[in-house]
């Protein structure tokens, strides 16, 4: 390609991209203001709790005075009321799930214990094959299901195998 030839294509590759549609400019959106804080903490599900965010609040706030409320006091002051009424279903409902959370434990706990019956009582004892027609002494002892000896670090170490290296000819 000589230098004529590649200054044309580069024109022609100018031309081509200055016809092209720009990409649409997406603005990001305004977000909204942030609330007040006492606007943004959830809902107090105690009412002891409420009870002590309320008097919290009404020792800090110039407005809440006496019979007075400012519109946050009256926020409190009206979750405190409705949790103080709410209370005794509530409790009646975490009972019911305490009881229902017991219940599950202990069936998941006694389906575990059966699975694990199962799963030892299907085992073959000790010092017997489970290998089924394996038919080969090295399939039997690789498929038997047995503990070691006290202190031996390989069941197939013994007087039987050989400690020299071993030339196998044809």
Known sequence: MTIAEWAGRLGDGIA?????????VRRKPITPATPAATRITPVVPRAD??????????????????????????????????LLRQE???RNVQ???ARERRSFDQSYAKQARERQELMFA?????GQS????????VED????CRTTRQ????EFRGPEVPLTPTRITR
């Open 88 to 90: 005794p279903a509530r």
């Open 130 to 137: 489970s290998a089924k027609g394996s038919g080969t002494a």
């Open 49 to 82: 709790a409420a009870w002590d965010s309320l008097t919290a609040h009404r020792k800090g706030c110039a407005v809440c005075t006496g019979r007075d409320y400012c519109q946050d006091g009256i926020t409190l002051a009206d979750t405190y009321s409705r």
């Open 95 to 97: 009972r019911g799930w």
């Open 151 to 154: 202190g031996a670090s390989s």
């Open 141 to 144: 002892t690789n498929n038997t």
């Open 16 to 24: 081509d991209a200055a016809s092209r549609r720009p990409t649409a």
């Open 122 to 126: 299907s085992q073959a004892p000790a």
